[in-house]
Every structure is written in structure tokens, then in C-alpha cells.
């Protein structure tokens, strides 16, 4: 199983950047996915997932501000990350959770840096 994201990168405060993550050797359907982030010095969190019905959430504080969405036929689950904030400055970690089997899987993660 390989999950293999992209799209990180360097933007100033109230930019854009969208995250991508592909997924091998799982069947994806049946896969929740989701996207996580660690700043240095602090836990990884959950900022957004999104069901294998299609359903997301999000952790308050990207609400409004990042969208999740998911394309099934291509494998890939995307962050849509808008009006980005200093406070956004992580590592962005891919989650995959097989609802079958009850296994997760994660990504290597993308660096995500934000400006002031």
C-alpha cells in the first residue's frame, strides 16, 4: 500500500495550495481518507476527512477555509486549502482507513509553509 502525496509547498498568508494524494494497492472505495497535520513541536491533528460515501468533516479551525473532496476513479483524495494562514505552516500528512479491515495507512507527508 502506498500513499503518495504532493502539492505542498511555500505561499503567503491568504493564498491557495492544493493538495493531492494518490493511492496504490488499496481499493479505494472502500477507504475513509483524510489529511493530517503536524507542526513542529506539536501532535499531529486531523484537519479534514472524508467518508467513502462522499461525506467530509473538518477540525474548526480550516472550516470555511478548506474543502475535501475525493475522486474515486482516479485513486486521489485532495485538499483545496484557501485564505491560508502562518498558523497552517505544517507537515500534511495523508490518511487512508480501510473500513473493511479496519487498517489505516498513511502518506510520507508534504510540507506546507506559510508566510506572513
Known amino acids: 500500500v502506498q500513499l503518495q502525496a504532493s502539492g505542498g509547498g511555500l505561499v503567503q498568508a491568504g493564498g491557495s495550495l492544493r493538495l493531492s494524494c494518490k493511492a496504490s494497492g488499496v481499493i479505494f472505495r472502500f477507504n475513509n481518507m483524510g489529511w493530517f497535520r503536524q507542526a513542529p513541536g506539536k501532535e499531529r491533528e486531523l484537519v479534514a476527512r472524508?467518508?467513502?460515501?462522499?461525506?467530509?468533516n473538518y477540525t474548526d479551525s480550516v472550516k470555511g477555509r478548506f474543502t475535501i473532496s475525493r475522486d474515486n476513479t482516479k485513486n486521489t483524495v485532495f485538499l483545496e486549502m484557501n485564505s491560508l494562514k502562518p498558523e497552517d505552516t505544517a507537515v500534511y500528512y495523508c490518511h487512508a482507513f480501510n473500513v473493511l479491515i479496519s487498517k489505516d495507512y498513511w502518506g510520507q507527508g508534504t510540507l506546507v509553509t506559510v508566510s506572513s
Open positions: 472524508i467518508t467513502t460515501g462522499g461525506s467530509p
